[in-house]
């Protein structure tokens, strides 16, 4: 039971052997019945933290370290995953498509979101459902959000909030017909040294405003002015979103469409298949996904989404009850 793990650029990759595999679903399998199938019930929340425990020594330690250091470009894909027995169903089509009964794809998904933090969910978003589906949507090819099919401008998952994941995660189902979806991402520690001076102070300066996405509907956003990037000087976190983020000055302005296209420039592509799970480090990287065209015939693209937060007590003003939903 091993895991060959690269970590050279242009991505990391980590290959889940087939002996690792079927481990992964024998743990997986346990979790089904726990809390009667109930991803949202935080007993079957706990089971998953302690069914992370039981997966290979060589895939917590692919995600540990991954955890700790991102590395240069800020994103893994695992592939290899069990998604189970059986045929994948149709994909579902309905807008705010979750999954809140348990699946080995999804309990999967979960406990690597237990082994990078702990899971969590904004209760605006997808009616706070632990394990969200982003599938295209009839009527909303246009929508800049995980329901759209037309290209999706880079961001950081949920900029405007506080509490932002710290960990994003995809896995994927089933892909789209052309094979033509691919989830951009680009990592700050790519570009940092290819800004220009006048850029880089301008960036650190708190002269940006970010609303919240579409998919939050009327959610407030957050009207304190923000710098896109801040911390460690010679490691900055990053905080933007390219359609939702708006720069209060004329320098600001020119500095965010310098990052912009230093991203486009130095992005990596993934084209994720059945099996593989991407994991974005949402405090350094901003992911994106190219243009695809949906036919609404049961076999489009269909990835499940989870989060995860490494200090979940930060967020605890904003969680009822100590639960796993941020209102």
């Not at 978003?125 to 037309?150: I, M, R, T, W, Y």
């Not at 052309?178 to 102070?201: F, K, N, P």
């Not at 065209?293 to 693209?301: K, L, M, W």
């Amino acid at each position: 039971m091993s895991v060959a793990v690269r970590t050279e650029l242009p991505a990391q990759t980590a290959v889940v052997e087939p002996s690792a595999a079927q481990e992964i679903e024998r743990v997986a399998l346990g979790l089904l019945p726990v809390a009667r199938g109930t991803i949202d019930d935080p007993s079957w929340v706990s089971a998953a933290r302690e069914a992370w425990e039981e997966l290979p020594a060589s895939v917590r330690t692919a995600i540990r370290g991954f955890r700790r250091d991102s590395g240069t470009t800020g994103a893994l894909v695992v592939s290899g995953l069990p998604l189970g027995p059986g045929e994948v169903p149709d994909t579902p089509t309905a807008d705010g498509s979750v999954q809140r009964t348990a699946t080995i794809s999804a309990a999967v998904l979960m406990m690597f979101a237990c082994g990078l933090g702990d899971p969590a969910s904004f209760r605006p978003e997808k009616s706070g459902a632990l394990v969200q589906d982003v599938v295209p949507v009839p009527g909303k090819e246009e929508f800049q959000g995980n329901a759209g099919s037309v290209l999706l401008s880079f961001h950081v998952e949920n900029a405007f909030h506080p509490h932002r994941p710290d960990f994003v995660m995809l896995s994927c189902l089933r892909a789209d017909h052309e094979a033509v979806a691919g989830l951009r991402t680009a990592c700050i520690r790519q570009v940092d040294h290819l800004l220009s001076d006048a850029a880089r102070e301008a960036l650190f300066r708190a002269d940006y405003v970010t609303e919240p996405p579409p998919s939050f509907g009327s959610a407030d956003g957050d009207p304190t002015p923000h710098a896109v990037l801040s911390g460690a000087e010679d490691d900055p976190d990053l905080k933007v979103d390219f359609a939702a983020t708006r720069p209060l000055t004329p320098q600001a302005r020119e500095a965010m469409d310098e990052l912009q296209k230093l991203f486009a420039d130095n992005a990596h592509t993934h084209y994720l298949n059945p099996g593989s799970l991407a994991i974005v480090d949402n405090r350094v990287t901003v992911h994106g996904r190219t243009a695809f065209e949906p036919r609404y015939d049961g076999r489009d693209r269909w990835l499940q989404r989870s989060f995860a937060l490494a200090d979940f007590r930060a967020s605890r003003e904003h969680r009822t009850a100590d639960g796993y939903v941020l209102d």
